[in-house]
């Protein structure tokens, strides 16, 4: 019998404690049986630290792996691991992810994409695989590496059902043999675009600046095919990514729950999205984490939705420090920033939103109650959704 299995990894320098993020919150919602797998990834530094030491520790964690990749090999790898030893022919896989986390599961579906899934006896030569999938972003993309490790351990193909990601940010630092192994930031393989996913959404945050939060878009317009060897035309692949109000956790989560009004929009939408496409949820804790409302047995409360509610400002006096650092020019993403000699201070540099772009009613709300708040970046065209 067919089944779900559901993979949920959450962003770097979060923590399993009082104040949830999103992918936690779908976590706890989410049904769990033998018709539903589910696999929860905390990410690098998550478990809550008392001590001083420790949070600067983990704090640390957090900003490297957002710099460097560091913990990835692991967040990917682990959840792996766990579909390969659960899959089976006709399973329905959906991958869930904020921040660095989101990256995390666009990386397993672009290893799953390039060189299949491994049976459960196969495992020994995981290490190995996931070298051949990174070596194709050493190499500048050639993917004969990779194609020939496939064809000698034989991986199965397994189309990926549902990705849901809340910001995604994240690159990885490898060494180039065609730049004199000189490390560069490099984006993996089949991390933008990917013919295995069948449904792509992302939710993403209108107003966060700082810039080591740059936002990983993914490409419209793709095919779904995930047989490269098929016969059978491929599908359009259904892919919807929508700006929501608020800096990056205000979109995937982690402030605390009299704070969060404005992250269960994010979090509403990509559940309703996800449930359309066979996800399996608890009503009961949709109603009591998303929409606020009381449920017996539990002594906590939890936000409603808000369009009101606080937006938070995430560059912090630290972060703020590092907008005043030069940037190469061809990294801009902000034209009103001025270049000199090849360089510019991003200064808090908005992400620029296309015209046409999909922006959530929310925003409109807000935009209407509160007088203050009209982001300089938002398009003069765009689609309203609900």
């Known amino acids: 019998m067919a089944k779900n299995i559901v993979v949920c990894c959450d962003g770097t320098g979060n923590e399993i404690g009082v104040n949830m993020t999103n992918v936690l919150k779908l976590y706890r919602m989410l049904e769990k049986d033998e018709g539903q797998l589910v696999y929860y990834d905390p990410g690098v530094g998550t478990l809550g630290q008392r001590k001083t030491w420790g949070r600067i520790s983990q704090n640390a964690k957090g900003v490297l792996g957002l710099a460097t990749g560091y913990g990835l090999d692991d967040d990917v790898l682990g959840a792996y691991r766990f579909l390969a030893e659960h899959y089976s022919e006709g399973d329905q896989v959906f991958l869930f992810g904020f921040s660095r986390g989101a990256y995390s599961v666009r990386v397993?579906?672009?290893?799953?994409?390039?060189?299949?899934?491994?049976?459960?006896?196969?495992?020994?030569?995981?290490?190995?695989?996931?070298?051949?999938?990174?070596?194709?972003?050493?190499?500048?993309?050639?993917?004969?590496?990779?194609?020939?490790?496939?064809?000698?351990?034989?991986?199965?193909?397994?189309?990926?059902?549902?990705?849901?990601?809340?910001?995604?940010?994240?690159?990885?630092?490898?060494?180039?043999?065609?730049?004199?192994?000189?490390?560069?930031?490099?984006?993996?393989?089949?991390?933008?675009?990917?013919?295995?996913?069948?449904?792509?959404?992302?939710?993403?945050?209108?107003?966060?600046?700082?810039?080591?939060?740059?936002?990983?878009?993914?490409?419209?317009?793709?095919?779904?095919?995930?047989?490269?060897?098929?016969?059978?035309?491929?599908?359009?692949?259904?892919?919807?990514?929508?700006?929501?109000?608020?800096?990056?956790?205000?979109?995937?989560?982690?402030?605390?729950?009299?704070?969060?009004?404005?992250?269960?929009?994010?979090?509403?939408?990509?559940?309703?999205?996800?449930?359309?496409h066979g996800l399996n949820v608890n009503t009961s804790m949709f109603n009591h984490l998303v929409e606020?409302?009381?449920?017996?047995?539990?002594?906590?409360?939890?936000?409603?939705?808000?369009?009101?509610?606080?937006?938070?400002?995430?560059?912090?006096?630290?972060?703020?420090?590092?907008?005043?650092?030069?940037?190469?020019?061809?990294?801009?993403?902000?034209?009103?920033?001025?270049?000199?000699?090849?360089?510019?201070?991003?200064?808090s540099e908005p992400r620029p939103i296309p015209e046409g772009a999909k922006i959530h009613e929310s925003v409109l709300q807000r935009k209407e109650a509160v007088s203050a708040y009209r982001p300089q970046n938002l398009p003069a065209v765009y689609e309203v959704e609900t």
């Open 108 to 276: 397993l579906a672009g290893f799953i994409h390039l060189l299949g899934l491994l049976r459960p006896d196969q495992l020994n030569y995981l290490g190995y695989a996931f070298a051949a999938y990174k070596r194709a972003a050493m190499d500048g993309e050639d993917l004969s590496v990779a194609w020939h490790f496939r064809r000698i351990v034989g991986g199965r193909t397994v189309p990926i059902k549902f990705v849901g990601v809340w910001d995604t940010v994240g690159s990885v630092i490898v060494p180039r043999p065609d730049r004199f192994y000189i490390p560069s930031l490099e984006t993996l393989p089949y991390t933008l675009q990917n013919p295995s996913v069948e449904v792509f959404r992302q939710a993403i945050a209108i107003d966060e600046f700082r810039r080591m939060f740059r936002l990983r878009r993914w490409k419209e317009d793709q095919e779904f095919k995930p047989n490269r060897f098929s016969t059978s035309e491929p599908r359009k692949q259904d892919s919807r990514q929508v700006w929501f109000g608020g800096c990056h956790s205000d979109i995937g989560g982690g402030y605390p729950e009299n704070e969060s009004g404005l992250s269960k929009y994010p979090l509403r939408w990509m559940i309703q999205q996800a449930k359309a």
């Open 292 to 347: 606020g409302k009381a449920r017996g047995g539990s002594e906590h409360e939890y936000a409603e939705p808000s369009a009101t509610a606080e937006l938070h400002l995430s560059a912090t006096a630290a972060w703020r420090l590092l907008e005043w650092l030069p940037k190469k020019v061809k990294w801009r993403e902000w034209q009103k920033r001025q270049g000199v000699l090849g360089y510019y201070l991003p200064r």
